[in-house]
């Protein structure tokens, strides 16, 4: 139905039950009509004055005119009001009539005709505005930590979430940051990034504008032997970081404790006040050396008046070098014991073969000096001297036989160790009657055991000469009636060189034969490996030397026919000469036996 069908309805109802209806009472006029010019020129004031011109995607301030379970009643001035939810009031529990708050205006008018308006955004807008005036002015915002991050903690500020670094927490390092979640924090806008909505901020700038001042403070009152209280700000093995209030300084590990101690972290722990005294600084490079022991009195001073040169004592091994061990007999007091008064071997080993790390041993006093606060100790000195027992010079008397181990060789010979503290030397020529031996590592190696006998004992100045040849009977002895000069033997030559060869002769024996004496019959030369006669030339028993000559066989023999009269004269007489060469090997017998001896004593 019309409106013009609906007021002709109304006026037709009203002319049935009034008889004297007046048609122009009822006429209305427009708008404005019956108003003369001026009443209606103020009229269109006052409405106009109660209307603001308003701009869609900016910020405004409302009042509030009315609040129910769901909206909030806005009026800013505009031909209607706006409608906000509650929820976006929850910052404002204490909310009532007549309030100014913040508003966004998003549309003027929606499809339904209703002014939409958002204090959510406006706090999001308003926010962002606070943070680049906090920017640019390089001014200190407080915001709510809110959670950690990955490298980091994420901050409230006027609602919008920013990252602050772990790095520029604070200026020292951060081990935890879950102790400041919930907290307020002051801090400053390092970085923005619109592009992404990004916001960086910082509280450690804040701290070092206030530890420089500090820093100034405390190198300008900086003097040596000044103590001072610090944080351990970071631990190494070399040391301590200590936190002075804005300069840091080394407490290095060796001024830690005047005991030995491995790591700073055996003592001291991350985050510990400590009370240290200032050793040394360098105003240029601004480097602080500290101490902490020297808080202390120095333990030597505490030492006891008993302890004297010859005292025992005990301690623990704490350090194990290649020259000795380091005895602990109380923090900070310590001895070298050397390798050499850990055993009276003569034979000087490793240090780790008699002591390690953390063994708690008794030790004797050999030197004392406490006004240079060292001491050297032993540990042999707790058993008697093998040299000085009673039984000594009859143990080891001459020509008794003993085994032992070899511990060292040398050029001119080798050490036997009999007992601990109680070595020998063999020399070189007393190791065989028959090989020539030019080292001792042709004999033996360091480990073997090796029988000897006792050759000459030194008590006062504990020297024992030993023989291992001297166990059995020199066969030059016998040796000097089975090669006598001019008897004739098989020898194999072993090797040769420009001055002549060397031979192996019956037995195990060698000889010699110089160059000249190597011609064969032919006019050539012996080689080695050759299986040929020999003349024996040169006997010596002292020197166990043996020359010999292949030329010689078949010379003398040429001269042979060079008289023949005498040769006739003497044929009847008994052929002597010529065989009287082989009959010098001697007795069979006994060379089967010296040969039985010989072969006993290589077994």
Known sequence: ??????????????????????????????????????????MEALYAGTLNEIT????????????????????????????????EFRDLPDLKIGDEVELFIEEQENALGQLVLS????????????????????????????????????????GVEAFLPGSQIDVKPIRDFDVYVGKMMEVKVVKINHTNDNVVVS??????????????EILNNLEKGQVLEGVIKNMTNFGVFIDLGGVDGLLHITDISWGRINHPEEVLNLDDKVQIVVLDF??????????????TAHPWDALSAELEVGSRVKGKIVNVADYGA?????????????????????????????????????????????????????IKQLTEDPWTKGDMAAKYAVGTKHKGV????????????????????????????????????????V???????????????????????????????????????GSVHKCTVVSKNEKGAVLELPYGLEGFATSKNLEKEDGSSVEVGEALDFRVTEFSKDDKRIVLSHTATFKEEAKAPAAPKKAKKQADAPAAAAPAEKSTFGDIDALAELKEKMEGGKK
């Open 1 to 42: 139905m019309t409106l013009g069908l609906l007021k002709i309805r109304v006026i037709l109802n009203i002319m049935s039950n009034q008889k004297d209806f007046n048609w122009e009472d009822f006429d209305t006029k427009g708008f404005g009509e019956g108003y003369s010019k001026d009443k209606r020129a103020e």
């Open 56 to 87: 869609e995607k900016e910020v405004i301030k409302g009042t509030v005119v009315g609040i129910n379970d769901k909206d909030v009643i806005i009026n800013i001035g505009f031909k209607s009001d706006g409608l906000v939810p509650r929820t």
């Open 119 to 158: 204090r959510k955004k406006a706090k999001m807008v308003r926010a962002w505005q606070d943070i680049e005036d906090a920017f640019a002015n390089d001014s200190v915002i407080e915001g709510l930590v809110k959670r950690r991050t990955k490298g980091g903690l994420i901050v409230d500020i006027y």
């Open 203 to 216: 509280h450690k700038v804040l701290i070092e504008k206030d530890l420089e001042k500090q820093k100034a």
């Open 282 to 295: 360098d105003d240029d490079k601004k480097r602080i050396s500290l101490g902490m022991k020297q808080l």
């Open 326 to 378: 380091f005895l602990e007999l109380a923090a900070g007091v310590e001895g070298l014991i050397h390798v050499s008064e850990m055993s009276w071997s003569q034979h000087l080993r490793n240090p780790a073969d008699f002591v390690q790390v953390g063994d708690e041993i008794e030790a004797v006093v050999l030197t004392l000096d406490k006004d240079e606060r060292k001491m050297s100790l032993g």
């Open 406 to 445: 070899v511990r060292n060789l040398t050029g001119f010979g080798l050490f036997l160790e009999l007992e601990e503290g109680i070595d020998g030397l063999v020399h070189v020529s007393d190791l065989s009657w028959t090989k020539k031996i030019k080292h001792p590592s042709e004999f033996v190696k």
């Open 447 to 485: 480990g073997d055991e090796l029988e000897v006998a006792v050759l000459e004992l030194d008590v006062d100045n504990r020297r024992l000469a030993l023989g291992h040849k001297q166990l059995e009977e020199n066969p030059w002895d016998t040796f000097e009636t089975v090669f006598p000069v």
